[in-house]
Each structure stands twice: as C-alpha cells, then as structure tokens.
C-alpha cells in the first residue's frame, strides 16, 4: 500500500510539473514592452542604501513612466523615494547626508537637494539656462555645475522673433544650434551661484579634486560634430584663477577623475597622439609636470567604467572581455590587473560605497533578465535586491542559448551566440534568423534581450555572429575589419551561417537577415553579394558614403573603416557603398528608418528604396515620425518588431502571419466596435 501510494504521489508531482511545463507560452513582443526595467542605481557613501530607478511601460500615453525607489543594500522592502515630479543625475553628497539630482522647472533644468533622511526636495539653483552636469565638492559643502550661457535680452528678443537662422559650423554651432558651456559653483548655504570659466568654450566632463581648489575638464573651441578629437584636457586652479592646458594631441580624451589623494588623476583615452581605433585604455597623469602613461595595457578587453580605491592605488573597472562582464582591479603601479567577478553573463558595477567594499551592480545573462545585486568587491556573495519581471520564469517559455566558435574564410576565428527554440530535440532543421550586430564595433554579449526569445518562440533558430570589428576581443580583432567593411566581416557572418548549417540546426532554404545602424549596413550589403536569404529586414542604414559625408555620425569612416575623404579616395567610397550594387538585391528587403536620425540619415533609406522600387523589386519602407536612431516611442517599437516579424514569416516562411493583439488596443477596438 505504502508503495502504491508513494507511486501515486510520484505521478502526480509529475503530472503537476507537466501541466505547468504546458502552461508556459512563448514570448511575444508586447512581453518584451511590459517588462519593467531597472537601473540607474546609486549606493549611499556608507553603503547601506542603494537609490535606483524603475521604468514601467504606459500604453496609454505611448511612453515609460520611470520612478525612484531605495531599498536597504542588505536586500528588504523597496520604498518609493522619490515623488511623481521625478528626477534625473541622481548623487549622493560626499558624507551622505545630502542627495541632488536634476529636475525640470519653467522648462530648465535645475538642481534640487533634499536630506538623505527624508523631507521634501528643495530647488537650489535658480540658473538662467538648463543644467547640464553637476559634481559635489568633497566637503559636501558646494555644487559644480555645466550649463549652456544665456543669450542676451536683445539676442532673446530677436530669436524670438524668428532670426533663428542656424550658421552651420560656426561659433558653438554644429549641425545643429549649440551654445558655449561654462563651468559654475552653488554654494548650499548662501544659495548663491558663481561662474569659474567664462570663456568661449564646450566643456564635456569634469571632475573636483580633493581639496576642492582644482578642476579638471576637457573641453574645445568649436563644435563640429566630427571633431572630438580636438577636446583637450585643462586643469583651473580656483585660488589662483588660473587654467593650463594639459595635453595637446589629436586624441578625444573623456570620463576624468582626481585620484583621492590629489596628486594625479586618470582618464580614458584610445591613444596619447591620434585617435585610434582601439578599445578603451585608462591613463594616469601628474598635472603638475604633465607626465603621464598608459596603466592599462595589460587588459586585453574594453573597459566600460571605473573608480579609485580610497588609498589611490588601485582602479576599480567593470571590463568586457569577448560575451561576458565582470569587475577588475589594476594597480596603479604596476598595471597588473586582478579579476575579481567570475560571471557567466554582463555584470556591471552601477555604484560603490565610499570605500569601495561594496558595489550594486546590474546582471543578466541569456536567460536571466536584467535586475539589481549587492556585493563586497573583496569577496563575490551577490545580494539580490530586485526581481523586476517574476513572471517571466513562471509564464515563459525561453530559448537556448551558447556561444559557438568557427572559423573564417581567412582561417580567423570568430565567435557567436546561438539561440535555439525552446524545447528543440534537434530532429528537425529550422529557419534561421542571421543578426547583424551595430557599431561596426558592437557586440553580442551573454546578456536578455527579449528579441531573440521572440524569434525562438516562433520556431526560429538565431544566430549573432561577433564579427571582426567587435568591441570585447582585443585591439587587433577591433581592428579587423580597417579600410575593409564588407570584405572580412562579410565572411565571417556567412561562415558563420554555413558552420551552423553543417551542425544540422539549420534548413538553408529557409533563411533571413536583419540588422540596424551598421547591422542594417552590412545585412544590405550581404543581400548584394548573394541570394541565400529569403528575406530581408534593415534598419537605420546608409546606402551611399559619399552622399553621408557631413550629414551623419561618420568620422570613424573617414579614418578607419574606408578612409579619407570622398574626394581623395572617391573610389573607395563607391566600391563600399551597398547603392553600387543595388542591382544585385533580389531579396525581399523591408526598411526602416527615423525620420529624425541624425547618426544615419533618413535620406539613405529612401534612396536604397526608391531605387529597389524603380527596379520593380520586392521591398517595403517604413518611416517613424520623430524618431532618432534608437526608437523611443513604445507604439513605434512594437510596428517595428511586428512588421520585421510579418516580413520574415511571409518570405522566409511562407505564411500570412497573424500578430498579437495588445490587451489594450482590443478593448479601444471594442469599444468602437458597440
């Protein structure tokens, strides 16, 4: 009897396990949209508290609400810190009594402060412009901040008026209007504002030292957009009311901080002369004799954000290295470098403690969504403070991911993540989805992106290949693809797509390709050189280099990836442009493009389409209203998602694909409908 029992009970626990195996469903776009998204996380200077923000999709008003919750860093019950007039640029004073962040108020953005205790936030800074950045002085007693400068009552006067003409390149001008930024001092108790530099001048970062007397910034004299280069680094002495210049090169240096003991500070830089093609390098510089040198070279990966230890003689950093995230440690001294997180997946260190004992940091990883932990840096014991989306490991049905390795035309080994349906016994070829990632220097990384669980969901294999020219691998790999877009890149994703083939994953009848930004680049430019796909999705793209030059975001093609000038070198131009083969697209081709993406004009895929159109060739364009060259608007990311999922179902399946309805655009329908 006993064992009759203990068999019945067997067998239901079983039953019961596949009833809610069953229950799963797989994952829909509208899931990716509903998920709540945390981050922004600030710990407290003792480390017992962590700030941080939530991002919660409103439907109604086609936008995410984001409001500001502290949690205790021992993990506990999240409390709602800050009110419904929010905030942003949140920082804690030095001695942890104050918070300030930015807040909108008549239209301008100001600082507000408020007791880390509790209490209502009060307005600081009543600045006539909109404030940019702010800093902390370390005795908590003072605010620096960047802002634009005013105009004048009579320039006001006369811009109202409609004299808004814009002088391209000329003065603070870029492509767009700029106005000259200085540096300012609030004085908490006086509430009184003072200017440290008046100059003629765009300021970028800054940072306090020590003792307060000294800032460092970068900063330059014009504003043409593919210039940074230019920005140099200043050291102001606020006694002697003194500024020096300390580097000259051609070499955008960004992200200074003093190092605690004010005798030198470190800074990101890709070279000490020219601007490189190289990942991120830290350097550290005595601004006394403007000796400086290279303290990272030992770290074979990119570097994404650092700290100083109290003592000054150790960096802190969150580094990539090929799909994964971790925190390291470098001796100043030395350079040696200590890894000091040994996670599977995209660790980033958010914040620290005072002392640097703790850190908050975000993780994720292909199958874990994105959420918030504690730890010490000297001994990993991860904290979980957040579970923002418990439903998706209850009602979601996930792909399977790994990261696959093969090898290129040139014998140059390539890396890439593959995803698999959920459930895939691997009995049957499935189509695939080849994604192309952006930059040219992107990456895929072992991090959620509700994307590629969509596509699993509807039965689709996913392969994202780390291209030579991806960020994560090291200098040369960075470098792989020089004076080359479409050559060696171009290999390496369809020998990515044959390896895969040949592991009898995939049925290569049965393929398509997307990408956005350079993905969307490099997806049209493979339809130009074969057929193999049945489908094709690309957004943000150029078609044409000559004819981008000057409109967008394109210094790094000038001196890196076809190089020079179209006049110089007019024939490299042609020779890498996707519009000179256009002949060659046979491929069903879906485009999308914002209409206000200043990175890759719109104009560039208007021009690939209309041309696809003249031939009377397959192709579809979309244009989103308002949008930059990342989406913002929900409405416009679901069209977007859903009509790349139609695109691929029609031609690469063979089928009128339905798509979900949203719970709230049926009930409007109904509504209409009665």
């Given at each position: ?17 596949g ?38 999709l409103d ?5 995410r ?17 800050i ?43 009543k ?89 460092i ?8 957009r ?21 580097t ?8 200074l ?46 570097i ?58 975000l ?6 969504p ?24 209850k ?104 390896y895969?083939?040949k ?20 997806g ?20 044409l ?35 000179t ?9 879906l ?10 004009t ?19 364009y ?53």
């Amino acid at each position: 009897m006993r064992k009759r029992l203990l068999l019945v009970a067997i067998l239901l626990l079983f039953i019961i396990n596949g009833v809610y195996a069953v229950e799963k469903r797989p994952m829909t776009v509208d899931d990716g949209l509903n998920m709540v998204r945390v981050g922004n996380a600030v710990m407290s200077p003792d480390g017992k508290w962590v700030l941080f923000s939530k991002s919660e999709l409103d439907w109604s008003k086609n936008k995410r609400k984001v409001t500001y919750y502290m949690i205790p860093a021992e993990g506990g019950e999240e409390f709602q810190y800050i009110g419904e007039a929010g905030g942003k640029s949140f920082r804690f004073s030095p001695d942890g009594k104050y918070l300030a962040f930015l807040r909108k108020k008549d239209k301008k953005s100001q600082i507000f402060v408020m007791r880390t205790s509790g209490g209502e936030a009060v307005q600081l800074t009543k600045h006539k412009t909109s404030i940019i950045s702010f800093k902390w002085s370390p005795d908590s007693t003072k605010i620096f901040f960047l802002a634009p400068d005013a105009r004048t009552k009579e320039e006001e006067e006369k811009y109202k008026a409609g004299y808004d003409a814009l002088f391209v390149d000329e003065g603070p001008n870029g492509q767009v209007e700029g106005h000259w930024q200085n540096l300012w001092m609030e004085d908490l108790k006086s509430k009184k504002e003072r200017k440290i530099t008046d100059e003629k001048i765009i300021i970028k970062d800054f940072d306090i030292s020590s003792d307060g007397m000294k800032i460092i910034f970068t900063a330059r004299y014009e504003n043409r957009r593919n210039q940074e280069y230019l920005s140099e680094i200043y050291l102001f002495n606020l006694e002697k009311k003194e500024k020096i210049r300390l580097t000259e090169n051609k070499a955008p240096e960004r992200y200074l901080q003093w190092a605690p003991n004010g005798k030198f500070f470190a800074y990101i830089a890709p070279d000490d002369k020219k601007w490189e093609l190289r990942q991120n390098k830290i350097w550290v510089m005595n601004p006394e004799t403007k000796e400086y040198r290279l303290i990272s070279s030992k770290f074979n990966g990119q570097i994404r954000n650092y700290v100083w230890t109290p003592d000054s003689k150790y960096i802190l950093f969150t580094g990539l290295v090929r799909t994964n995230s971790n925190l390291y440690k470098i001796n100043v001294l030395t350079g040696e470098v200590i890894q000091l997180t040994h996670v599977k997946g995209s660790l980033f260190a958010s914040s620290f403690s005072k002392d640097r004992r703790k850190m908050v940091y975000l993780f994720s990883d292909f199958d874990t969504p994105p959420d918030l932990y504690v730890s010490s840096t000297e001994k990993f014991e991860p904290i979980r403070l957040t579970n923002a989306n418990p439903w998706i490991e209850k009602e979601i049905l996930l792909a399977k991911a790994e990261v696959i390795r093969w090898k290129s035309k040139d014998g140059l080994e390539i890396e890439g993540i593959l995803y698999l349906p959920p459930n895939y016994n691997g009995k049957k070829k499935l189509p695939l989805i080849l994604h192309v990632h952006g930059g040219p220097a992107g990456v895929f990384t072992n991090s959620f992106s509700y994307r590629y669980h969509v596509w699993a969901g509807l039965g689709y294999a996913s392969l994202c290949p780390n291209v030579r020219g991806s960020t994560g691998y090291g200098d040369e790999f960075l470098r792989g693809n020089m004076y080359d877009i479409g050559g060696g890149d171009y290999w390496d994703l369809m020998t990515g797509v044959d390896y895969v083939i040949k592991m009898g994953y995939v049925d290569p009848e049965r393929m398509g390709i997307r990408g956005w930004s350079y993905g969307g680049i490099l997806g049209a430019w493979t339809i130009t050189q074969t057929n193999r796909f049945k489908a094709a999705s690309l957004g943000a793209l150029v078609a044409l280099w000559i004819s981008e030059y000057g409109a967008g975001f394109n210094y790094d093609v000038r001196l890196w990836y076809i190089g020079g000038t179209p006049w110089d070198n007019s024939e490299g131009y042609t020779k890498r442009s996707v519009f000179t083969y256009v002949k060659n697209i046979n491929t069903p081709t879906l485009i999308m493009h914002g209409e206000k993406d200043r990175t890759c004009t719109e104009h560039q895929s208007m021009l690939l389409f209309t041309a696809l159109k003249d031939m009377g060739k397959t192709v579809r364009y979309i244009r989103f209203p308002r949008e930059p060259h990342g989406f913002r608007e929900p409405r416009h990311q679901r069209t977007r998602d859903i009509e790349e999922i139609k695109w691929m179902q029609k031609y690469v399946m063979g089928i009128d694909w339905k798509p979900w309805e949203r719970k709230e655009d049926k009930k409007d329908k109904d509504k209409k409908e009665k």
